[in-house]
């Protein structure tokens, strides 16, 4: 029953949110000689505080997943006995899993024995473990590791830990002025050189190796170059491993002094500079580096030439109070209060209280209960959504998944079957039976079991509406569903409160009727259009191409027809009661129903619908719109591709971190990109590039190895999903990062930034700040 109703609930949960990325068990291995060719594996887990990993021994295969090691077979060497366990070992009840369970808290030592048959050899295996705590459990992970004897004997291997990804910059280079006297000075370019690197000299002998430093000034008749530029400091001549010819280099300082006479009192001088840097291992390619000097005004300055400001990304500004999911849930409330379900029941519940109390005084307080006790079911409701999926990072991983996205499709036609009256969904009815004899007890539990009987013989209207809020609620925050049921109890309990407080209100009631049948169609439209949605991301992350913009479009518009057909009377449904006239807010919304179809015709002819922003496809996933880009821009979806490109055109890079189902990437493009403003602005200014992280086009076989994680990878998608994640440190979308050339930021990263001026100042800063070290 826990799975069943675990699956339930992860069913309403499909648009997806801020992930946040957990690593709670770091592995490490090292090796202990014991002699005699006898050696011990220590894999080790630092487990971190709240967290456990499970033992090998568990009593049975319905729980978690036991950790096991897997050792490839060879004959050069013999595994001697089981992997041995110790640490901080923990036997206990698990609740969840009802049985007994045994894990490693804080640390875990597992321990193999191996007898070695040759003096070098190579041992490779995998293990997989699975950690949870208290709330959560991720999904089981394979890792694995390699040992070479005898040359790993004193090392640690970090197993599931990458290494940071770096971008070499191991020369820092400045410039400063010496005044000599008489209008002469020195033009001192000093090079300051990381350990192990050098900078080839300006007097290579052959132009077959690595390129020589030399040094351009802009001929000018303010100013006239005295001789050559000379090398000073720590200049070496020696056999060069990487290029196997003998060459002059300069290692860990040096200065390269160009003389100059000034004919004019004040005179810039400006010019570019070109060096190659190497180790005994690699070259990085050839770098430019422009000057300017403006004399005498930078005659007591340190220009700082090929050293950009280092710019720390920053963590996302953590979410805004959640007034709108709140909003939404109220609504929600209202919503539901004007259905069948619901309605009837204020009347009946307030004599109830009102006939059962002494004093109106204590009907009131009675109602009261009840109301709180309504508002602590449905917000216990939202707190178990919270608990069950833990972080918000599970929900990211469902919304972009096909599969999921099938199911809820699934689902939300059987809400909307069921609110056309098809069925109806209900919960067991043994369920309410026990509950209303529960209430029959009186006092307080009386009244709390009284509010729970109303939230399961209303279920089969206030289910829907309860599963579309939670999928919004759990959009950007874990704690959404939480306030969303918050809003939703909210303006579910007040109406019971305030009757029973003013019976006489009772009479302001509209009466029960046919009315309120034909509001739970009208949400069955509105579920049906919901779930095309679902269906929509899934032919989205496939790319089957059989749902594309216009086709969604249509099938809407057809949906809103209907929907306006039905409230003009034109459509009857066998439950629906005779209409004998149409009431004023029945035409009312019918005639905003039609307009609303109306209204979603020209995006058929790929016009851009900023109402439904992020609901339809995008424009480029269409039959007749232009480009495969949003709005026809020029863009590349592989990251080298377009750096390369960029480079060629002398732009800033523009990354685009997206998805296929992102709803709020749609939005940026439909809303923000779509702005005049905007749209010039990344279409002249930026090379950009989209780099799709639900993008299931198989990856080449030489690419299926992360080069940040060390893990097998097999889709385009996760590809850019690692990139995005080891470089950036984050894994939601959208993400916009704005690089030079070196693949440098050039300002803060943005997420999902609503405010067109807002993201144009992050344009257009960015673009100032590339201008300004192309003029260094």
């Given amino acids: 029953m826990k799975k069943v109703a675990l699956l339930f609930l992860i069913s309403f949960l499909a648009l997806g949110a801020v992930a946040q990325i957990l690593n709670p068990a770091k592995w490490t291995l090292k090796i202990e000689d014991l002699g005699n060719n006898e050696y011990n594996l220590i894999f080790n887990a630092a487990i971190d505080d709240g967290w456990h990993v499970y033992s090998q021994f568990l009593e049975s295969d319905e729980g978690p997943v036991a950790t096991s090691f897997s050792f490839e077979e060879s004959s050069k060497y013999s595994t001697l006995g089981k992997v041995n366990e110790s640490g901080n070992i923990h036997t206990e009840f698990d609740s969840v899993f009802e049985m007994n369970l045994t894990w490693f ?9 191996i007898k070695l048959n040759a003096d070098s050899i190579k041992i490779v295996g995998y293990f997989e473990f699975m950690v949870c705590d208290d709330r959560q459990c991720l999904a089981p992970e394979i890792v694995d590791f390699e040992i070479n004897f005898p040359k790993d004997l004193d090392k640690v291997a970090y197993l599931n830990i990458p290494e940071p990804v770096k971008i070499l910059h191991p020369v820092k280079w400045t410039l400063k002025v010496e005044d000599l006297g008489s209008s002469e000075y020195n033009l001192i370019f000093n090079a300051e050189i990381d350990e192990g690197w050098h ?42 491993s990487v290029f196997e010819m003998k060459v002059t280099w300069v290692e860990e300082n040096g200065n390269f002094t160009q003389k100059i006479k000034l004919s004019e009192d004040e005179v810039t001088i ?9 180790d005994d291992r690699q070259c990085i390619a050839p770098e430019f580096v422009d000057f ?49 379900c619901v309605l009837p029941m204020i009347p009946l519940t307030v004599g109830f209280f009102t006939k059962q109390s002494n004093t109106k005084s204590k009907g009131i307080i009675n109602s009261i209960i009840y109301s709180l006790s309504i ?14 999926l833990g972080s918000s990072s599970a929900i990211n991983t469902i919304a972009t998944n096909p599969i999921y996205n099938l ?58 509406i309860i599963g579309t809020l939670l999928v919004k609620a759990a959009e950007g925050s874990s704690t959404g569903p939480i306030i969303g049921m918050t809003g939703f109890a909210l303006a579910l309990a007040i109406p019971f409160g ?11 009631l509209p009466k029960s009727g046919g009315w309120l049948t034909s509001v739970k169609v009208v949400l069955g439209f509105a579920e049906l259009a919901l779930a095309l949605k679902f269906l929509s991301n899934a032919d989205l992350v496939l790319q089957l191409g059989f749902l594309k913009r216009e086709i969604f479009l249509i099938i809407w518009i057809l949906i809103a027809v209907a929907m306006s057909a039905y409230l003009f009377g034109l459509i009857k449904f066998p439950h629906d009661s005779p209409i004998k006239k149409l009431s004023f807010p029945r035409i009312g919304f019918a005639v905003l129903t039609l307009a609303f179809a109306v209204y979603l015709v020209p995006g058929t002819f790929c016009k851009p619908l900023s109402l439904v922003s992020g609901f339809p496809p995008p424009d480029f996933y269409s039959y007749q719109c232009a480009g495969e880009c949003p709005h026809d821009i020029a863009c590349f979806r592989d990251y080298d591709e377009g750096v390369a490109y960029a480079q060629k ?128």
């Fill in 649 to 776: 055109v002398g732009k800033p890079i523009m990354l685009d971190f997206t998805g296929w189902a992102c709803v709020n990437c749609r939005k940026m493009e439909e809303n923000v990109w779509v702005k005049p403003e905007v749209l010039a602005k990344i279409r002249e200014d930026y090379v950009l590039i989209s780099l799709y992280v639900d993008e299931r086009t198989a990856l080449p076989a030489s690419e299926r190895i992360s080069k940040y994680t060390g893990k097998e990878i097999k889709t385009v998608g996760k590809k850019w999903h690692d990139f995005q994640k080891a470089i950036y440190g984050i894994n939601s979308q959208p993400y916009y990062v704005l690089l030079d050339h070196k693949e440098k930021l050039l300002n803060q990263p943005v997420a999902y930034t609503p405010s067109v001026n807002k993201y144009l100042e992050f344009l257009v800063e960015g673009l100032e700040e590339f201008e300004k070290r192309k003029s260094i």
């Fill in 105 to 113: 808290e804080e640390n875990g030592i597992l321990t193999q024995k």
């Fill in 375 to 388: 508002i602590v079911i449905y917000v216990f409701l939202g707190f178990g959504v919270t608990v069950l």
């Fill in 270 to 278: 400006k010019g570019h500079f070109e060096f190659m840097t190497c």
């Fill in 292 to 340: 300017e000097v403006n004399l005498p005004a930078d005659l007591d300055k340190i220009a700082y030439l090929n050293i950009p400001e280092e710019i720390t990304i920053k963590p996302l500004e953590p979410p805004k109070p959640l007034w709108g999911i709140f909003l939404a849930g109220f609504l929600g409330g209202l919503l539901a209060l004007i259905t069948p």
């Fill in 407 to 464: 199911i809820f499709f699934i689902v939300f036609l059987l809400f909307a079957i069921s609110f056309f009256g098809v069925f109806e969904i209900s919960l067991p009815s043994s369920w309410t039976t026990k509950v209303d004899a529960a209430s029959q007890k009186g006092g307080l539990i009386g009244i709390f079991f009284m509010a729970f009987t109303l939230a399961l013989v209303s279920f089969s209207c206030t289910g829907p």
């Fill in 498 to 508: 305030l009757f029973s407080a003013f019976p006489r209100w009772l009479n302001t």
């Fill in 199 to 240: 900078v080839y000299s300006q007097y290579l002998e052959n132009d077959d190796g690595p390129v020589a430093t030399s040094f351009v000034f802009e001929e000018s008749d303010d100013y006239v170059r005295i001789g050559k530029v000379i090398e000073t400091g720590n200049v070496i001549n020696s056999f060069d």
